[in-house]
C-alpha cells in the first residue's frame, strides 16, 4: 500500500509543486504528447551500452560458474506435450497472421488481435514446462493462475500511468476508442503480461543450467542493509518525485522505482525479499525472471510491429538502431521489469512462486 501510494503520489505531487499543469499528465485515453525529448547522444548511448555488456556478462558468468561442475547437474526426465499445448500453438500461429495481416472480412476486430498470440504462447510454454517436469503452474492450480491476469493488468496500469510523465511510448491506431472501450480492450491485452513472463520464468527453471546452476553460486552479503534499504527508498522517492520534471534524465525510475521501492520497504520491515537469496549464492530469483521479461519482451515487440493498434517508442538520448520498434539498448529495461514481475508474484503469495523452486 505504501508503496502503490508513492507510485501514484509522488510524480503527482512533483509536478504540482513544480507549477506545470497536471491534467495534461492524467489525459485518458493518452492521445497527447506533450514531451519533447532530448536528441540522440553517442555519448549517452556508449554509456548505457557498456553497463548493458557489463549486465549480460555477469549473467552469463553466473549461469557458467555451476554448469562447469557437471557433478551436480542432473537431468529432467522428459514428459509427453499435451494436447492443448498444439492447441497454443495453433492459437499462436493463427494470433500472428491475423495481426499482421489486413483481411476484410477481419477488419471489425483487427485492433484487437495483440492478445491472440500470447494467449498461445502462454499455453505453449505452460506445455513445454509439463513436458519437461511433467507439470506446470496452469495445471497445478487453475483458478490462481487464472487470477494472474487481473493481476498482471493491475501492475501494467501502473507502469501506464508513470509512462504519463515521461511518454517514453505512445500508442497508435486508438484514436477512435472512447474511455470505457479503451480500459477494456487495453486490460486484456495487460492481463497477459505476468502469465507470460511467469510461465518462461518457470520454463527456464526445468534446465539444470538456469536452476540448478543458479544455486550454490557466488554469494553477497550486503553490510548494513537497512541503511542501503533506507537510501534506496529514499532516493528512488526522490527520483518519482522529479520524473515529470526532469524526464529525459530521470526517465529509467519508471522501471526500477517499482522494485527498489517495494524491497527497501521489505528491508525496513525485516522481511525477506527477492534479493535475499543471494546471500547464500542462490541467484534464480534474479537471472530467471530478467531473462524470462527479455525473452518476453522479444516477442512482445515482434507482435507488436506490424499490429494496426500499436506502440512506438520516443526514449531520449538513444532512439536509435530499432529492433522492431524498440531503441536495441530500450530492451535492457525489461530485465528489471522481469524481477518487478516477480516481486508482484510474492508479495500476493502464490503457489506458483513456490512451485517454481519446489
Not at 75 to 98: D, H, M
Not at 211 to 239: E, K
Amino acid at each position: 500500500m505504501i508503496a502503490a501510494i508513492m507510485l501514484i503520489g509522488l510524480p503527482l505531487a512533483g509536478v504540482a509543486a513544480a507549477g506545470l499543469e497536471i491534467f495534461g499528465f492524467l489525459e485518458f485515453p493518452p492521445l497527447t504528447r506533450y514531451v519533447t525529448h532530448a536528441e540522440f547522444s553517442w555519448t549517452i548511448f556508449i554509456l548505457i551500452a557498456i553497463v548493458d555488456l557489463l549486465l549480460i556478462a555477469a549473467v552469463v558468468y553466473l549461469i557458467q560458474y555451476n554448469t562447469r561442475r557437471p557433478a551436480k547437474i542432473s537431468q529432467p526426465e522428459l514428459s509427453t506435450f499435451p494436447w492443448w499445448g498444439w492447441a497454443g500453438v495453433l492459437i499462436l500461429f493463427a494470433g500472428s497472421i491475423l495481426a499482421w495481416t489486413r483481411f476484410e472480412w477481419f477488419k471489425l476486430f483487427q485492433q484487437h488481435t495483440f492478445t491472440l498470440p500470447w494467449a498461445g504462447y502462454i499455453l505453449v510454454v505452460n506445455a513445454l514446462c509439463v513436458k519437461r517436469k511433467s507439470s506446470c503452474a496452469l495445471t497445478d492450480n487453475p483458478k490462481r493462475f487464472i487470477l494472474l491476469f487481473p493481476l498482471s493488468a493491475v501492475l501494467w496500469w501502473f507502469f501506464e500511468y508513470l509512462n504519463r510523465y515521461v511518454q517514453n511510448w505512445y500508442y497508435l491506431g486508438i484514436d477512435d476508442f472512447g474511455t470505457i472501450q479503451y480500459v477494456f480492450f487495453a486490460s486484456i491485452s495487460f492481463s497477459t503480461v505476468l502469465p507470460a513472463v511467469l510461465s518462461t520464468y518457470e520454463f527456464l527453471m526445468t534446465f539444470p543450467a538456469f536452476n540448478q546452476g543458479l544455486v550454490n553460486s557466488i554469494s553477497i552479503n550486503v553490510f548494513r542493509p537497512r541503511f542501503i534499504a533506507l537510501v534506496t527508498f529514499l532516493v528512488s522517492g526522490a527520483g518519482l518525485s522529479l520524473i515529470g520534471i526532469y524526464p529525459d534524465f530521470l526517465f529509467p525510475i519508471l522501471w526500477v522505482s517499482p522494485l527498489l521501492i517495494v524491497t527497501s520497504l521489505q528491508t525496513l520491515f525485516g522481511n525477506d525479499n527477492i534479493f535475499t537469496p543471494i546471500k547464500s549464492g542462490d541467484w534464480r530469483n534474479i537471472v530467471g525472471p530478467a531473462l524470462a521479461a527479455l525473452i518476453c519482451g522479444f516477442f512482445w515487440e515482434m507482435w507488436n510491429f506490424n499490429s494496426l493498434a500499436k506502440w512506438e517508442y520516443a526514449v531520449p538520448f538513444v532512439n536509435r538502431f530499432h529492433i522492431f520498434e524498440m531503441p536495441v539498448l530500450g530492451f535492457g529495461g525489461y530485465l528489471p521489469f522481469g524481477l518487478e514481475c516477480l516481486v508482484c508474484l510474492k508479495l500476493f503469495q502464490t503457489p506458483l512462486y513456490r512451485s517454481v523452486y519446489e
